[in-house]
Protein backbone atom coordinates (compact mmCIF):
# COMPACT_ATOMS: atom_id res chain seq x y z
CA UNK A 1 0.00 0.00 0.00
CA UNK A 2 1.12 3.37 -0.27
CA UNK A 3 1.21 4.72 3.05
CA UNK A 4 1.44 8.09 4.89
CA UNK A 5 2.85 7.63 8.44
CA UNK A 6 2.51 10.09 10.97
CA UNK A 7 4.19 9.62 14.43
CA UNK A 8 7.00 11.97 16.65
CA UNK A 9 8.19 9.65 19.98
CA UNK A 10 10.13 6.36 20.22
CA UNK A 11 6.69 4.63 20.20
CA UNK A 12 6.16 5.33 16.61
CA UNK A 13 9.65 4.45 15.10
CA UNK A 14 9.04 0.65 15.38
CA UNK A 15 5.70 0.92 13.25
CA UNK A 16 7.34 3.09 10.68
CA UNK A 17 10.57 0.51 10.64
CA UNK A 18 7.69 -2.84 10.16
CA UNK A 19 5.46 -1.06 7.35
CA UNK A 20 8.69 -0.37 5.38
CA UNK A 21 10.04 -4.36 6.25
CA UNK A 22 6.75 -5.49 5.45
CA UNK A 23 6.94 -3.97 1.77
CA UNK A 24 5.14 -0.93 1.91
CA UNK A 25 5.86 2.00 -0.22
CA UNK A 26 6.13 5.34 2.96
CA UNK A 27 5.21 8.13 0.79
CA UNK A 28 6.15 10.65 3.29
CA UNK A 29 6.46 10.48 7.19
CA UNK A 30 4.92 13.51 9.10
CA UNK A 31 6.19 14.36 12.74
CA UNK A 32 6.73 17.08 14.87
CA UNK A 33 8.63 20.45 13.96
CA UNK A 34 12.77 19.70 15.81
CA UNK A 35 12.94 21.59 19.19
CA UNK A 36 15.63 22.72 21.03
CA UNK A 37 17.21 20.26 23.32
CA UNK A 38 21.48 19.00 23.11
CA UNK A 39 23.93 19.79 26.11
CA UNK A 40 22.90 23.30 26.02
CA UNK A 41 19.44 23.32 25.10
CA UNK A 42 19.96 25.22 21.81
CA UNK A 43 20.46 22.95 18.70
CA UNK A 44 17.64 21.84 17.12
CA UNK A 45 16.64 18.64 17.40
CA UNK A 46 14.50 16.65 15.33
CA UNK A 47 12.31 13.86 16.77
CA UNK A 48 12.72 9.82 16.72
CA UNK A 49 11.00 9.62 13.53
CA UNK A 50 12.48 12.02 11.97
CA UNK A 51 15.73 10.49 12.59
CA UNK A 52 14.09 6.72 11.92
CA UNK A 53 12.44 8.23 8.23
CA UNK A 54 15.65 9.85 7.34
CA UNK A 55 18.04 6.49 7.99
CA UNK A 56 14.95 4.93 5.52
CA UNK A 57 15.10 7.16 3.17
CA UNK A 58 11.26 8.49 3.80
CA UNK A 59 10.71 12.28 3.15
CA UNK A 60 10.27 14.16 5.75
CA UNK A 61 7.59 16.64 6.52
CA UNK A 62 6.87 18.77 10.14
CA UNK A 63 4.25 21.39 9.53
CA UNK A 64 3.59 23.45 13.16
CA UNK A 65 -0.14 22.71 11.32
CA UNK A 66 -2.28 20.92 9.23
CA UNK A 67 -5.42 23.49 9.51
CA UNK A 68 -3.84 25.60 6.26
CA UNK A 69 -5.23 24.64 2.82
CA UNK A 70 -1.81 24.64 1.80
CA UNK A 71 -0.64 21.97 4.09
CA UNK A 72 -3.62 19.64 3.46
CA UNK A 73 -3.47 20.15 -0.16
CA UNK A 74 -0.05 19.18 0.16
CA UNK A 75 -1.13 16.21 2.12
CA UNK A 76 -3.75 15.11 -0.28
CA UNK A 77 -1.57 15.60 -3.11
CA UNK A 78 0.36 12.69 -2.05
CA UNK A 79 -2.60 10.20 -2.93
CA UNK A 80 -2.19 7.52 -0.48
CA UNK A 81 -4.12 4.93 0.04
CA UNK A 82 -4.09 4.92 3.65
CA UNK A 83 -2.24 7.37 6.76
CA UNK A 84 -0.64 5.72 9.69
CA UNK A 85 -0.57 7.26 12.85
CA UNK A 86 0.94 6.81 16.57
CA UNK A 87 1.31 9.46 19.07
CA UNK A 88 1.78 12.54 16.09
CA UNK A 89 0.52 15.11 18.34
CA UNK A 90 -1.27 17.10 16.12
CA UNK A 91 -5.37 17.12 15.95
CA UNK A 92 -5.74 15.44 12.35
CA UNK A 93 -8.57 18.52 10.40
CA UNK A 94 -11.36 16.49 8.55
CA UNK A 95 -9.60 17.18 5.36
CA UNK A 96 -6.76 14.99 6.31
CA UNK A 97 -8.94 12.35 7.50
CA UNK A 98 -10.70 11.82 4.61
CA UNK A 99 -7.86 12.74 2.10
CA UNK A 100 -6.43 8.87 1.63
CA UNK A 101 -8.74 6.17 0.22
CA UNK A 102 -8.81 3.99 3.05
CA UNK A 103 -8.78 6.49 5.75
CA UNK A 104 -6.16 7.26 8.73
CA UNK A 105 -5.64 3.94 11.09
CA UNK A 106 -4.12 4.97 14.36
CA UNK A 107 -2.11 2.61 17.20
CA UNK A 108 -3.19 3.92 20.25
CA UNK A 109 -1.96 2.32 23.63
CA UNK A 110 -4.51 1.35 25.69
CA UNK A 111 -7.67 -1.12 25.47
CA UNK A 112 -10.17 1.06 24.28
CA UNK A 113 -12.60 2.50 25.37
CA UNK A 114 -10.65 2.96 28.25
CA UNK A 115 -7.79 5.49 28.49
CA UNK A 116 -8.94 7.82 25.29
CA UNK A 117 -6.61 10.74 25.71
CA UNK A 118 -2.57 11.72 25.92
CA UNK A 119 -1.11 9.09 28.78
CA UNK A 120 -2.86 6.07 28.41
CA UNK A 121 -0.04 4.22 29.41
CA UNK A 122 0.75 6.16 32.42
CA UNK A 123 -2.65 6.32 33.37
CA UNK A 124 -3.35 2.74 33.08
CA UNK A 125 -0.29 2.25 35.54
CA UNK A 126 -1.47 5.15 38.22
CA UNK A 127 -5.22 2.90 38.54
CA UNK A 128 -4.05 -0.31 38.96
CA UNK A 129 -5.00 -1.93 35.91
CA UNK A 130 -4.22 -5.59 35.11
CA UNK A 131 -3.73 -5.81 31.98
CA UNK A 132 -3.39 -3.22 29.14
CA UNK A 133 -2.77 -2.79 25.43
CA UNK A 134 -3.38 -1.34 21.87
CA UNK A 135 -5.94 -0.48 19.78
CA UNK A 136 -6.02 -0.02 16.04
CA UNK A 137 -8.66 1.90 14.90
CA UNK A 138 -10.26 4.33 12.74
CA UNK A 139 -9.60 7.96 13.11
CA UNK A 140 -12.44 10.18 13.29
CA UNK A 141 -13.20 13.83 14.21
CA UNK A 142 -13.59 13.01 18.25
CA UNK A 143 -11.03 12.41 20.52
CA UNK A 144 -9.83 8.14 20.07
CA UNK A 145 -13.45 7.82 19.56
CA UNK A 146 -13.23 6.20 16.53
CA UNK A 147 -14.76 2.46 15.49
CA UNK A 148 -11.94 -0.56 16.33
CA UNK A 149 -10.29 -2.75 14.30
CA UNK A 150 -8.30 -5.07 16.09
CA UNK A 151 -6.66 -5.41 19.90
CA UNK A 152 -3.77 -6.89 21.34
CA UNK A 153 -3.77 -7.41 25.36
CA UNK A 154 -0.64 -7.33 27.44
CA UNK A 155 -0.65 -7.73 31.72
CA UNK A 156 0.36 -4.94 33.48
CA UNK A 157 2.40 -7.12 36.35
CA UNK A 158 4.85 -4.79 37.89
CA UNK A 159 5.96 -2.57 34.25
CA UNK A 160 6.97 0.74 34.51
CA UNK A 161 5.71 2.95 31.66
CA UNK A 162 9.68 3.24 29.83
CA UNK A 163 9.08 -1.16 29.69
CA UNK A 164 5.19 -0.84 28.45
CA UNK A 165 5.97 2.18 26.13
CA UNK A 166 8.45 -0.20 24.69
CA UNK A 167 6.26 -3.22 24.45
CA UNK A 168 3.19 -1.80 23.29
CA UNK A 169 5.31 0.00 20.17
CA UNK A 170 6.45 -3.81 19.24
CA UNK A 171 3.11 -5.26 19.40
CA UNK A 172 1.39 -1.89 17.83
CA UNK A 173 3.87 -2.38 14.96
CA UNK A 174 3.37 -6.16 14.26
CA UNK A 175 -0.38 -5.65 14.79
CA UNK A 176 -0.84 -2.73 11.94
CA UNK A 177 1.25 -4.89 9.95
CA UNK A 178 -1.23 -7.66 10.09
CA UNK A 179 -4.48 -5.57 9.86
CA UNK A 180 -2.85 -3.70 6.64
CA UNK A 181 -2.24 -7.62 5.29
CA UNK A 182 -5.61 -8.34 5.07
CA UNK A 183 -8.01 -5.10 5.90
CA UNK A 184 -11.16 -6.47 4.63
CA UNK A 185 -10.50 -8.90 7.53
CA UNK A 186 -10.86 -6.44 9.64
CA UNK A 187 -14.17 -4.72 9.64
CA UNK A 188 -14.81 -1.70 12.00
CA UNK A 189 -16.76 -1.96 15.25
CA UNK A 190 -17.90 0.95 17.15
CA UNK A 191 -17.02 1.31 20.61
CA UNK A 192 -18.98 0.60 23.09
CA UNK A 193 -20.37 3.65 25.36
CA UNK A 194 -19.70 1.60 28.51
CA UNK A 195 -16.83 1.39 30.02
CA UNK A 196 -15.16 5.06 28.42
CA UNK A 197 -12.15 7.05 30.51
CA UNK A 198 -10.28 10.07 29.42
CA UNK A 199 -6.41 9.49 30.49
CA UNK A 200 -5.60 13.25 30.61
CA UNK A 201 -2.09 14.54 30.30
CA UNK A 202 0.16 14.56 33.28
CA UNK A 203 0.98 17.23 35.19
CA UNK A 204 3.98 18.32 36.98
CA UNK A 205 1.88 18.38 40.43
CA UNK A 206 1.19 14.75 40.06
CA UNK A 207 4.98 13.31 40.08
CA UNK A 208 5.99 14.86 43.92
CA UNK A 209 5.45 11.95 45.90
CA UNK A 210 2.28 12.33 48.83
CA UNK A 211 3.47 10.27 51.40
CA UNK A 212 -0.54 10.24 52.58
CA UNK A 213 -1.17 7.62 49.99
CA UNK A 214 -0.66 3.86 50.33
CA UNK A 215 2.16 2.62 50.11
CA UNK A 216 0.85 0.69 47.00
CA UNK A 217 -0.28 3.85 45.17
CA UNK A 218 3.12 5.06 45.97
CA UNK A 219 4.76 2.33 44.19
CA UNK A 220 2.16 3.10 41.40
CA UNK A 221 3.41 6.43 41.07
CA UNK A 222 6.81 5.84 40.92
CA UNK A 223 6.39 3.14 38.13
CA UNK A 224 3.82 5.00 36.47
CA UNK A 225 6.67 8.18 36.20
CA UNK A 226 9.47 5.92 35.65
CA UNK A 227 12.09 6.68 33.44
CA UNK A 228 10.93 10.06 33.22
CA UNK A 229 10.13 12.58 34.78
CA UNK A 230 10.34 10.41 37.84
CA UNK A 231 8.10 10.88 40.61
CA UNK A 232 10.28 12.60 43.41
CA UNK A 233 10.62 13.41 47.23
CA UNK A 234 11.96 16.23 48.42
CA UNK A 235 14.68 16.39 51.18
CA UNK A 236 17.06 19.60 53.04
CA UNK A 237 16.02 21.45 49.90
CA UNK A 238 16.93 18.90 46.91
CA UNK A 239 15.00 16.91 44.85
CA UNK A 240 15.20 13.11 44.48
CA UNK A 241 13.55 11.17 41.89
CA UNK A 242 12.74 7.74 42.87
CA UNK A 243 13.19 5.41 39.92
CA UNK A 244 12.34 2.16 41.24
CA UNK A 245 11.05 0.80 44.74
CA UNK A 246 9.50 -1.98 46.42
CA UNK A 247 6.95 -2.35 49.01
CA UNK A 248 8.14 -2.97 52.59
CA UNK A 249 7.11 -3.42 56.07
CA UNK A 250 7.35 -0.45 58.23
CA UNK A 251 4.60 1.97 59.80
CA UNK A 252 4.82 5.76 61.04
CA UNK A 253 4.11 8.99 60.59
CA UNK A 254 3.75 9.45 56.49
CA UNK A 255 7.27 10.24 54.83
CA UNK A 256 9.37 9.20 57.58
CA UNK A 257 12.28 7.41 57.10
CA UNK A 258 12.35 4.26 59.04
CA UNK A 259 15.95 2.63 58.81
CA UNK A 260 19.27 2.91 57.42
CA UNK A 261 17.92 1.59 53.93
CA UNK A 262 15.54 4.16 53.05
CA UNK A 263 12.73 2.14 53.86
CA UNK A 264 10.14 4.95 53.95
CA UNK A 265 6.35 5.49 55.86
CA UNK A 266 3.20 5.88 54.07
CA UNK A 267 -0.49 6.35 54.77
CA UNK A 268 -0.38 2.54 55.01
CA UNK A 269 2.92 0.59 54.60
CA UNK A 270 5.97 1.41 53.65
CA UNK A 271 8.32 1.60 50.57
CA UNK A 272 11.89 0.75 49.74
CA UNK A 273 13.48 3.20 46.83
CA UNK A 274 16.04 0.61 44.86
CA UNK A 275 16.84 3.31 41.70
CA UNK A 276 17.28 6.65 42.86
CA UNK A 277 18.46 9.60 41.00
CA UNK A 278 19.62 13.55 43.09
CA UNK A 279 18.93 16.31 40.55
CA UNK A 280 21.89 16.72 37.97
CA UNK A 281 23.17 13.83 38.53
CA UNK A 282 22.96 9.67 37.07
CA UNK A 283 20.65 7.33 38.57
CA UNK A 284 22.03 5.41 41.24
CA UNK A 285 21.39 2.20 43.65
CA UNK A 286 20.07 3.31 47.00
CA UNK A 287 23.08 2.47 49.13
CA UNK A 288 24.85 4.69 47.17
CA UNK A 289 22.79 7.61 47.31
CA UNK A 290 22.91 6.84 51.02
CA UNK A 291 27.09 6.55 50.92
CA UNK A 292 27.25 10.34 49.90
CA UNK A 293 23.87 11.89 51.23
CA UNK A 294 23.19 11.52 54.79
CA UNK A 295 19.18 10.51 55.26
CA UNK A 296 18.92 8.85 58.47
CA UNK A 297 16.50 6.77 60.18
CA UNK A 298 14.09 9.54 61.80
CA UNK A 299 14.31 12.11 59.20
CA UNK A 300 10.91 13.56 57.69
CA UNK A 301 10.45 13.87 53.65
CA UNK A 302 8.96 16.77 52.46
Known sequence: MKIVFMGTPDFAVPALRELVTAGHQVLAAYTQ??????????????????????????????????????????????????????????????????????????????????????????????????????????????????????????????????????????????????????????????QPEEGVTYAHKIDKAETRIDWSQPAQQVERQVRAFAPAPGAWFEFDGERCKVLAAQLAEGQSAPGTVLDDALTIACGDGAIRPSLVQRAGRPAMATQDLLRGWAIAPGAQLG
Open 33 to 190: PPRPGGRRGKELTPTPVHRAAEELGIPVRHPLSLKGADEQAAFAALDADIAVVAAYGLILPRAVLDAPRHGCLNIHASLLPRWRGAAPIHRAILAGDSETGVTIMQMEAGLDTGPMLAKVTTPVDGKTTGELTEELAASGAELMVAVLAELPKYPPQV
